[in-house]
């Protein structure tokens, strides 16, 4: 039995009307579970064709689909990959809706755990960038595994307040992701301890929060920039009143339509301010498609598209702190109680490029891949390389977990590579790699963190670092000698054995 606090009952009841019947029904039925397909790695129809485990399309979400409860995706080595995300069908439609394109600068502004960044990423291509940033460091390391997994290269994933965003980033992004904090009614059937922590006040603090938030974006946003505001929430107060709040507060901002399926919904005016625009925000219910809930708008921020930054104000930046003040977050050893303190600190050096004799390490590491690395992004910051993206000078002072790519280390005239440069690869990009088929007994075992035995005819040097895939998707690195392939999978992405 479903537990629902009696005050939201009562008011949902005076939502909805003679809907309330079915509304609360809809409680009574199992869940529903749901992934969403990397577009980065495979395409929907090649999924598809993987038939790992059995799946239906969810109509509304181009690569998204349902699968049924007793099914584990997450036991199957492809997810390791990062072939897919775990997703409740209703959450993945802000990042499905919002219109990112390859080359654009995009912001998820409150982006933990990743579900929504992850498919911003995938969207870019590589192409542009993701500022991915969650207030919360634990959280931001949660959101920095799951891009690092989906092989995400072109992120900044930052640990700030959106107001310290809104001053590096004025007028600066094409599309912005608000997936605001909120009273998670959405959630009450999937998480009832979010049911057992809800008051009536909490809606009314969290759209304080949200208007916070939405102000700070909307300063963000270039002319003719586009912006998803969504929450997992019923209350009117955090949904279509927030929006008129935003229409009110700032004229430049105006609705604009979102797609249309079956069982999406009209945002209701009267629970607003009466504007009519409110029409075109969507409210997901729980009993008119297969999923929790949510509630959706669109905004363009009128004016001309060509409000961006100039060129020349943008450069390679990682250079910290003397140069810009970057601030990575960094994780003290844990305390006697085993909690990892949350510690921001400026880093003690400057991060140069790459010299001549690092140049040619690199070179020779790479000549097995056929992807392009501009050695003019790479940065040294001790022995550790990154490939990073360009950013305004603006950026000083803010705190970050991770700017770019982190490529791996140099030591003593060798490369050793990274797990996030292994997952950002495609197989076909390293001609050095062993391929394990999922049923393999060996995939289970790499991922663990054992040592292989190789035949001769599964590679063609004897020797060296390999890309290690599973099926065709790659998901670390080894170093084989003699027929025996050393593991070099992350420690801490292990499967237990």
Same mark, same amino acid.
């Given at each position: 039995m479903i537990y629902l606090p009696e005050a939201f009952q009562c008011r949902m009841q005076e939502m909805l009307g003679e809907e309330y019947e079915e509304f609360l029904a809809a409680y009574e039925e199992p869940r529903t579970y749901g992934l969403r397909v990397n577009t980065r790695k495979c395409a929907p129809k090649e999924f598809e064709r993987l038939g790992l485990f059995p799946v239906r399309r969810i109509p509304w979400v181009e690569n998204g689909y349902f699968y049924d409860g007793e099914v584990r995706p997450a036991q199957h080595p492809l997810y390791a990959a990062g072939l897919y995300y775990l997703q409740e069908p209703s959450a993945m439609t802000p990042a499905a809706c919002l219109p990112v394109t390859p080359g654009e600068r995009v912001l998820d502004l409150c982006a933990a755990p990743g579900g929504k960044a992850t498919e911003l990423g995938a969207k870019l291509k590589g192409e542009g960038l993701l500022v991915a940033n969650d207030i919360s460091a634990s959280r931001a390391r949660a959101l920095l595994y799951n891009l690092e997994v989906f092989g995400i290269d072109n992120a900044f994933v930052t640990n700030e307040t959106p107001a310290a965003l809104a001053k590096a980033f004025e007028g600066y992004f094409d599309k912005i992701l608000v997936d605001a904090p909120c009273s998670g009614e959405g959630m009450f059937r999937k998480e009832q301890a979010v049911a057992r922590d809800w008051t009536p006040e909490k809606s009314e603090y969290f759209a304080g929060q949200q208007r916070e938030i939405l102000g700070q974006a909307v300063r963000m946003l270039r002319p003719g920039g586009k912006l998803l505001y969504s929450t997992c929430t019923f209350a009117p107060c955090e949904d279509e009143q927030t929006v008129s709040w935003a229409l009110e507060q700032f004229p430049q901002m105006r609705l604009i339509p979102l797609p249309a399926y079956e069982g999406f919904r009209s945002g209701r005016p009267q629970w607003g301010n009466g504007d009519e625009t409110l029409k075109l925000c969507v409210r997901l219910w729980p009993h008119r498609m297969h999923g929790e809930g949510h509630f959706l708008a669109l905004f363009q921020k009128e004016g001309p598209a060509d409000g961006a930054l100039e060129e020349e104000t943008l450069r390679p930046v990682s250079r910290y702190p003397e140069e810009t003040g970057l601030r990575p977050v960094r994780q003290k050893k844990k305390g006697k109680a085993g909690r990892t303190p949350n510690a921001l600190a400026g880093g003690a050096s400057s991060a140069p490029g790459l010299g001549r004799a690092e140049r040619k390490i690199m070179e020779e590491f790479l000549a097995p891949c056929s992807r =392009?690395?501009?050695?003019? #992004?790479?940065?040294?910051?001790? @022995?550790? +390389?990154?490939? $990073?993206? &360009?950013?305004?000078?603006? +950026? #000083?002072?803010?705190?970050?977990?991770?700017?770019?790519?982190?490529?791996? &280390? *140099?030591?003593? &005239?060798?490369?050793?590579? /990274?797990? @996030? *440069? !292994?997952?950002?690869? @495609?197989?076909?990009?390293? /001609?050095?790699? %062993?391929?394990?088929?999922?049923?393999? &007994?060996?995939?289970?075992?790499?991922?663990?963190?054992?040592?292989?035995?190789?035949?001769?005819?599964?590679?063609? @040097?004897?020797?060296?670092?390999?890309?290690?895939? %599973?099926? !065709?998707?790659? $998901?670390?690195?080894?170093? *084989?000698?003699?027929?025996?392939?050393? =593991?070099?999978?992350?420690? /801490?992405? #292990?499967?237990?054995?």
């Open positions: =392009n690395f501009p050695f003019e #992004r790479m940065e040294l910051r001790g @022995q550790k +390389v990154y490939l $990073v993206p &360009e950013l305004p000078s603006e +950026v #000083r002072g803010l705190k970050f977990l991770r700017n770019g790519l982190y490529m791996g &280390e *140099l030591r003593k &005239e060798r490369f050793e590579p /990274s797990q @996030q *440069l !292994a997952m950002s690869l @495609q197989a076909e990009e390293f /001609s050095e790699r %062993i391929c394990l088929e999922p049923e393999d &007994e060996r995939a289970d075992r790499y991922l663990r963190g054992e040592t292989l035995n190789i035949r001769p005819e599964e590679t063609d @040097q004897p020797s060296g670092w390999k890309l290690v895939c %599973i099926g !065709a998707y790659p $998901v670390g690195w080894g170093k *084989l000698v003699g027929g025996v392939l050393k =593991n070099k999978y992350q420690s /801490s992405w #292990r499967k237990g054995r």
